[in-house]
């Protein structure tokens, strides 16, 4: 998936790879000019990204329980497999597990626009541009998950609907219960905080 | 964390973009950076050792990563050729598959290193060549069947969940016997009961003197009828009783009812009860008494109590396919013989092979060089039959055995390896944990993921130690209940295990991420507990590590905000989506005990 988001094309497989089966699927990336011009990455940046994909993920194929895993090892305490399975989704916009179509620079070199686009696809799970409570607190809740049990101070029951609460408020300008993606960019580009973060991951390589 | 994940990380930062829009506080800055990273005759350098090759060769197998431009990701602008940083050894081969479109598997390497090797240049193993398919297909089958060991042994052994129900205790301990005290005291009383049940049945049958009314010889069974049936009554209850639990506890009841050793265990005791109900009835006795033949199948439940018991029949079971085609053979090999045999001595006066049935009996017992002796032969052609039967019988029996003997020797190698790796798995963890290096690079990138975590839902991460000791220190009474109720929209605010330990009146004032509408409710604390922030969790302590490379402020400070003892008014810090600046502060400060309002 990391090819995805810095625009390598993988294959995302939604199926379970079979391992016991002899045939390894495997995927080929488009061609490396290509990709440069596609991307904002330099050609030097492309080659690192992928090199180190292709270590960890041999056959170019990353489907979600590998999603899983690796977002699980990364947050050891909690419970990733939530929140990866909400990340997969995001990405795999066409669903069919073919290559990524280029875009997916958006994360690392996109404009904030782009990245608050992505960030709002992330959060509306069904994809019908609304964000609804209950898909807001599906995606607090992952987000919790991920925290694990042993926090400081405890987690509570109520703390992702809170969490909801205050973001609902914060976005949701004329009250209608869902977030639109126009409330959603306006509202981030006007908190500064927000946009102070956004500008963090940038140096990612 | 092993070191493969860091390849990940820029993915795993990448994606925490999905944190920001719902932060609670501001992201602390990130760590700096300072990575770096580099027809003709094609040079490949694989870990230093250098291959070359026509560009020709390498684009005859246009879908694999070396015939096609995915190779251009791993060009060396520098020094001009491409460099893999992979095993040169197994790359020999996978070159010399360009070479002459033949794979090959060396023996000496190890299949899953091979496997890797092959995944990674996007060469499917199908192509091995025949020379070496065969021994590609069995390492990897070994490989397969370890793996699922280990899994299940992992998954089986010393999986001590703490929420596991009665139920599933239970049929824990009757499965590994091993795991409580309980569990193993069981096993040795059935285990026992079952000896006794089986010598009980093989003793009534001997012959015990003549009683005192009888002229002949009487069984003991038949002389001390009462002890026996007592001692019978004894066991057929342990074993229902057994049965019964098993059933009870076992999670999957209609799994567990078809199993081999349920059906056992039931014919078991099954003629105890027929008999029971039976009536003395002459014929129907008759029955009976051959249902009391079933009572040695008792014999079989020995077999939870023995591996090697459980080993044998599952080679039978494995090997079905050799056993079948030995009685098959041996089916056809007895007709032929004892067709001829009857022809060859139809002839002769007073011969005992009477029909080829007859014959049967001779053929089977000369075929398996028996030869009791009471079926012989007597004219030459007879004896000429039968010395050619003899031999072919030897042949036919040999010939599947080995299968069946390396099958066996298989599958309890694989058992012995199997308790061996258990045993070395203890030593293995120890010597596995001072190995374990870490990437200081990554650790930081990582640590810095997690706090951005911590900053987006307000919590931080804390180790086990720390969560109990304030679990304990939180608590509700009843009274402070309907107070604190109002702090939090449920009743069961605060989590479980702190409600059940101590009753002490005080908790905790959640931080600052309450929701503004609460504000008022804050007046109604009746103690507010707050304690040091304990500095020993790993995750302040990474924080401190943190302060040396990144400017983050207040951290460390222990000091009192002002917000929170200002109870009769509304907490200054109320939290407008996170962006305040002294929620950081309140959030990460230590809280002081403050005295009823």
Known sequence: ?205 | MAAGVAAWLPFARAAAIGWMPVASAPMPPPPRDKRRGQDGLIILNVSGTRFQTWRNTLERYPDTLLGSTERDFFFHEETNEYFFDRDPDIFRHILNFYRTGKLHYPRHECISAYDEELAFFGIIPEIIGDCCYEEYKDRRRENVERIQDDEENDNNKDMVLPDMSFRETMWRAFENPHTSTMALVFYYVTGFFIAVSVMANVVETVPCGSGPNRAKEVSCGERYVLAFFCLDTACVMIFTVEYLLRLIAAPSRYKFVKSVMSIIDVVAIMPYYIGLVMTDNEDVSGAFVTLRVFRVFRIFKFSRHSAGLRILGYTLKSCASELGFLLFSLTMAIIIFATVMFYAEKGSSASKFTSIPAAFWYTIVTMTTLGYGDMVPKTIIGKVVGSVCSLSGVLVIALPVPVIVSNFSRIYHQSQRAEKRRAQKASKQTGQALVCKSNPTFETQHHHLLHCLEKTTNHEFVDEQTYETSCMEVSLAKPSMSRSSSLSSSPHGLSSCCTRRNKRKSFNVPNSYMADGRRSSIQELSTIQIRERPMSNSRSCLNAKFEETVHLNSEEQSYITAAVISMPTPPVTTPEGGDSASSPNFLQSNIVRVSAL
């Open chain 1, 1 to 205: 998936i990391k090819c995805c988001i810095s625009n390598i094309p993988c294959g995302i497989q939604n199926s379970v790879e079979d391992e016991l089966e002899l045939s390894a699927v495997r995927h080929r990336p488009e061609a490396l000019e290509q990709l440069e011009a596609q991307t904002r990455f330099s050609r030097k940046e492309l080659q690192i990204l992928y090199r180190g994909f292709k270590n960890e993920c041999p056959s170019g194929v990353v489907n979600e329980d590998t999603f899983k895993e690796i977002y699980s090892q990364f947050f050891p305490q909690g419970d990733a497999s939530t929140y990866a399975h909400f990340l997969f989704d995001a990405f795999d916009t066409d669903h069919n597990g073919s290559d990524f179509v280029m875009g997916r620079s958006i994360l690392l070199r996109g404009s904030v626009q782009e990245k608050l686009n992505w960030a709002f696809n992330l959060y509306d799970i069904n994809k019908d541009g609304y964000i609804t409570k209950e898909e807001m607190l599906d995606i607090i809740k992952s987000i919790y998950d991920m925290m694990g049990k042993c926090t400081y101070p405890m987690l509570k029951e109520e703390t992702p609907r809170q969490h909801v609460e205050i973001f609902f408020q914060k976005m949701d300008k004329n009250r209608d219960g869902v977030v639109t993606i126009d409330e959603f960019i306006d509202c981030c580009q006007n908190d500064e905080n927000i946009m102070k973060s956004m500008q963090l991951f940038e140096n990612v390589i």
